[in-house]
């Protein structure tokens, strides 16, 4: 009997990236999912992942963390929030998940033309595949994005 070679599948590229949750950690989510992505060859999908990470990263810093890169002691006395940022590639497509630690749903805002904000939502909804979010048992919730090549 001769052996057979069998090689097993390679799990598929993932990475979890836990931040304070605070504005200056939206630039770093951004900065690991272009690094993550030109790593593992897939460059095409760098210009949306960037976007789609930036508005999720900054929301879940709008819902739980400080919004100032120089907290105040008296801001800090309550605890610094966190974030996590989680990428993984499943035949071909990118998945986006940002983790905060409050549980109220996401929703798409209705910005007025001269808003500056509010269409973050919108913006992904636009440029991804779907969306959407779910409460883990650990608490929280997960707004994930799912970026197919196109």
């Not at 033309?113 to 919730?141: I, N």
Request: hydrophobic share 40%; with cysteine.
């Amino acid at each position: 009997m001769n052996p057979t070679s069998v090689q097993a599948a390679e799990p598929p590229p993932t990475s979890r990236l836990a931040l304070a949750a605070l504005p200056g950690s939206v630039r770093t989510a951004r900065r690991h999912v272009h690094d993550l992505l030109h790593r593992w060859e897939l460059p095409h999908l760098i210009e949306t992942a960037e976007l789609v990470v930036s508005e999720l990263s900054t929301n879940a810093i709008r819902e739980t963390g400080i919004m100032t890169d120089s907290p105040g002691y008296g801001e800090l006395t309550s605890g610094l929030n966190a974030i996590c940022v989680s990428l993984h590639v499943v035949d071909s497509r990118a998945v986006i998940e940002v983790w905060d630690a409050s549980p109220s749903p996401p929703h798409i805002k209705d910005a007025d033309p001269d808003d500056e904000g509010g269409r973050g939502l919108f913006l992904v909804e636009a440029l991804t595949t779907r969306w959407g979010f779910r409460r883990p048992e650990t608490g929280g919730k997960v707004v994930w994005a799912e970026i197919k090549p196109g």
